[in-house]
């Protein structure tokens, strides 16, 4: 496929093919993450019909970096993940492998869940509201600076939480 084609008998005219659209996008990528947004459905991470990116699903390959937000529906980890930052609103989110948020993440609603590790770095904020946030079999190892400052936390089936060196976990008022 030619990224460029010319009409015949006119003077050259640029025609936009999806290759430079998406050579213009992973360039400008590299200025500022791209937002992915889950569809609210039920699917494994890696299929690209249930993101606002599709014909991709948002994984780190520099230099397409990735800001992710889940509101709702279920979404299962099925292969390493890397991303940027995580906004976790609702829904359930599990699988057996892991994801790495490097910039931080916040959570205000849902069920993390699963056998996997999610690892996290950079600055987070957690916020429950009326619901618990459930933290359900899953590993957390935190290496940032995270804040929780309302509602509850619930944890079972094995969930952990590694506050590794260096990182800082504050809790504030209400939080239980």
Known sequence: MQPFSFRSGS???????????????A????RA?????????????????????SPFFPNNNPPI????EING???TIDQEITIDQLTFGGGMLGGTFSLTV???????AGTIRGSGTLVLAGTSAIVGGVQPLVLDGRTINHSGSATFSAGTIRGGFGATLNNLAGAMFTALGEAA
């Open 11 to 25: 003077s050259p005219a640029p025609v936009l093919t999806a290759f430079a659209f998406w050579m213009a996008l």
């Open 65 to 68: 970096l990735y800001d992710v």
């Open 102 to 108: 490097i910039e931080g993440m916040q959570w205000s």
């Open 33 to 53: 993450d791209i937002t992915a947004i889950w569809n609210g459905g039920a699917g494994n991470w890696t299929d690209p019909a249930h993101w606002s990116t």
């Open 27 to 30: 360039l400008a990528s590299a």
């Open 73 to 75: 529906g279920t979404v």
